[in-house]
């Protein structure tokens, strides 16, 4: 039996370390048969990732700074000159200041507001357009999500928002790359244990909200958002953009 990712190549960002959803998709591409690429954001954070990229045995790791428009506009000659075409995209970068997650949304600063929706939501777009090139055969871009974006979330505050534009941004891109054959999705993963949810202040409780509530009486796991992102990056997705699939246990239907 064919392995459903084999032949392709994926470049995976927001790798932060083993718990991490994007490490688990990394992980599941390379089972699948894909050359995985890794991306670190400062030099700081080099050693530890060419430490997980062994690990995962990824291709190779690059730096890249989303919020620098130097590093996107490098990244595809940097890629191009080893790996010319690329397959898959995973998008799993977010980040609010501390201090815009513990007050309420009404208290957001301007400069919070603005640096959670570019980091958050921008870099998703950034991101497609420095890639593209390498797309020549089209593909997949996928982008992580959550429930806050849809719904409010008690904590969750300015990333609610910023997801918000993050899943707008997915239809608009999945129209404009759709000519090229390319894919753009999100998933909208329900709440797992990761250093990114250690910032949401009582994230334990929520953990517990969807453990009693969901359908399937149980929070999802990291090997579940990362099947379905094989799934969507797979063949098997071919007829999928523009989507965002929830992967939380079914908690996204439940009323009152």
Request: charged letters at 20%.
């Amino acid at each position: 039996m064919s392995s459903l990712l084999q032949g392709k190549t994926a470049l995976v960002t927001g790798v932060a370390n083993k718990w991490s959803i994007a490490y688990a998709i990394a992980q599941a591409f390379r089972r699948e048969g894909a050359t995985v690429l890794l991306t670190y954001q400062a030099e700081r954070l080099q050693r530890a990732l060419t430490e997980i990229g062994e690990e995962l045995g990824a291709a190779k790791v690059f730096q890249c700074d989303v919020s620098k428009d130097e590093d996107l506009a490098n990244l595809a000659t940097v890629l191009g000159a080893e790996f010319p075409k690329i397959d898959i995209v995973v998008h799993s970068i977010a980040f609010a200041n501390g201090e815009d997650l513990s007050r309420p949304f009404v208290q957001t600063s301007r400069d919070g507001f603005k640096l959670a929706t570019e980091v958050s939501a921008w870099s998703l777009v950034g991101l497609a357009n420095a890639v593209r090139p390498l797309m020549t055969e089209g593909g997949t871009i996928l982008t992580l999500s959550y429930l806050g974006a849809q719904r409010v979330i008690e904590n969750y505050n300015v990333m609610g928002v910023a997801k918000a534009a993050l899943e707008a941004s997915v239809r608009y891109l999945a129209g404009d790359l759709g000519p090229a054959n390319i894919r753009v999705n999100a998933i909208s993963a329900g709440p797992i244990k990761t250093a990114a949810a250690r910032g949401i202040k009582d994230f334990s409780k929520i953990l517990d909200a969807i453990a009693a509530k969901a359908p399937l009486r149980r929070n999802c796991t990291t090997a579940e958002v990362a099947d379905t992102a094989v799934f969507l990056a797979s063949d098997l997705g071919r007829g999928v953009t523009g989507n965002t699939i929830f992967v939380d246990s079914g908690y996204q239907i439940m009323g009152l």
